[in-house]
């Protein structure tokens, strides 16, 4: 009974709920917060430009706006667009928001930790995707079990 209790504390002491320590160093940590502080001015850029796009469309649509050059399809067609930019904005802001959760996990020393297995994310992933809370490993099961 008591190698079963010692065998459960064991595995309690490595749930993956359990905030661990990053197995990178700190010049490791300085790097990847470097990338992702990158990463993030690209996506503020991104979404000031898109911003820009929309108001210099509408801007256009004011200026060109008669009876007789307007059509029905072209009022789609600017709909379509505007909807399109849009979900791009949305998409850099979700970015933003991951790649700050990214760099919170580096300040509390937990970043490269997978939140499922709870090993640690192979420094490439990690390059490729400085955002990352999961481990390939852990993606693909994912992705076996239905999940995105």
């Not at 197995?23 to 490791?28: A, L, M, Q, S, V």
């Amino acid at each position: 009974m008591e190698n079963a209790k010692q065998s459960l504390v064991h595995l309690l002491a490595l749930s993956p709920r359990q905030k661990r320590r990053t197995p990178y160093n700190d010049k490791d940590l300085e790097h990847f917060r470097e990338l992702i502080l990158a990463k993030r001015d690209e996506a503020v850029e991104e979404i000031k430009h898109l911003k820009a796009q929309l108001e210099n469309n509408d801007r256009d649509h004011l200026d060109a706006d008669s009876a007789y050059s307007y059509h029905p399809a072209d009022s789609a067609t600017d709909a379509m667009e505007r909807e399109s930019t849009y979900l791009m904005i949305d998409r850099q802001q979700k970015l933003i928001g991951y790649l700050d959760r990214a760099l919170e996990r580096i300040a509390n020393k937990t970043y490269g930790i997978c939140r499922v297995t709870g090993y640690a994310i192979d420094r490439e992933r990690l390059e490729a995707i400085p955002h990352t809370e999961i481990s390939v490993e852990a993606k693909i099961r994912e992705q076996q079990r239905g999940g995105r």
